[in-house]
């Protein structure tokens, strides 16, 4: 019985071939005598029952199912050699340079804790972690990961998982609300003292409700998460934070949830990423790692 051919083999000599436009220049570029070169394109030829090539002592063309099978040829070749690659990874550790940007609070609070544990559990990492409210490219900046806190995403070419869903809780202090008394209702909270965060274009003097908006004068504002929270802390009035900020304040009695049945829309905090996390080790175990820890977190109530 004739034994098939190797048409992985015949295909990348073959495509070889047309990207040198030479029979010798290819067999250069992978070490084979060219005589070996012209037998192999021979022998995938037979294989198709098509000629893939035109050949004169001076030149060569494709014909149009060389040129069809050139094409998807190629692409096959690559996914071929990006599928070697991912299942040689799967014996590595992660390892390399990773640059991560995040907004300056979710990295203080909470990202950049689980990016240092990472880097423990895995010592071949190298991390740079960028804390900017600043809205980075992912290519210009050759950032690997964004993490991006927004209530709806934009269209975007890039690859992206959501990490962890928040949602905004009114909060004041036990004196502040015995001085003043809790509000009762959503227009109530024009009666009080608020803290409002403010930061751009981002301005939230208007508090959104399921069932309404409500536009708000501030007593105080601030672009700063931790400073919001220390002004209802010290009974400066009612803030309204992301509630994975307050929870453990909450639990403590520190802080006081105020119109704890008035819902409003909830953000989601979003990993985006350039390629395919399969296709890279440390990107893949990275935000494995991520959910895996929101998740442990999620599961010992330190937030919803």
Not at 101 to 106: D, E, I, K, R
Not at 137 to 158: G, H, K, M, Q, Y
Not at 265 to 270: G, I, L, Q, R
Request: net charge neutral; glycine share 4%.
């Amino acid at each position: 019985m004739r034994r098939t051919a190797d048409k992985y083999h015949l295909l990348k000599i073959f495509c070889q071939v047309v990207d040198n436009q030479s029979f010798a220049e290819a067999g250069k570029y992978l070490q084979i005598p060219s005589s070996s070169i012209s037998k192999a394109v021979s022998q995938l030829e037979a294989e198709v029952g098509q000629t893939l090539l035109y050949r004169t002592t001076r030149s060569m063309a494709l014909t149009d199912a060389g040129n069809l099978y050139y094409t998807k040829g190629k692409r096959l070749l690559t996914d071929w050699q990006e599928l070697d690659n991912q299942v040689k990874e799967l014996t590595d550790s992660p390892k390399g340079l990773l640059r991560i940007t995040t907004p300056v609070v979710l990295g203080q609070h909470l990202l950049s804790k689980i990016a240092l544990d990472f880097m423990l559990a895995y010592p071949q990492i190298e991390l740079d972690m960028i804390l900017s409210n600043k809205v980075m490219d992912l290519i210009e900046d050759d950032i690997d990961i964004a993490f991006r806190t927004w209530t709806n995403l934009p269209d975007s070419p890039l690859y992206k998982t959501d990490m962890l869903k928040m949602r905004l809780v009114m909060v004041a202090s036990p004196s502040y609300l015995k001085e003043r008394g809790s509000p009762t209702s959503i227009e109530d909270l024009k009666n009080h003292q608020l803290i409002m965060f403010k930061s751009g274009s981002d301005f939230r003097n208007h508090w959104n409700f399921i069932d309404s908006k409500i536009k708000l004068q501030g007593k105080m504002y601030s672009n700063n998460t931790f400073v919001l929270m220390e002004a209802a802390l010290r009974g400066v009035g009612i803030a309204n934070i992301y509630s994975h900020f307050t929870d453990d304040l909450i639990a403590s009695g520190q802080l006081i949830e105020v119109l704890s049945d008035e819902i409003q829309p909830t953000s989601t905090v979003s990993a985006l990423y350039r390629q395919h996390r399969r296709t890279s080790v440390k990107l893949d175990c990275f935000l494995s790692f991520v959910e895996q820890a929101l998740k442990d977190r999620h599961t010992e109530g330190r937030y919803p």
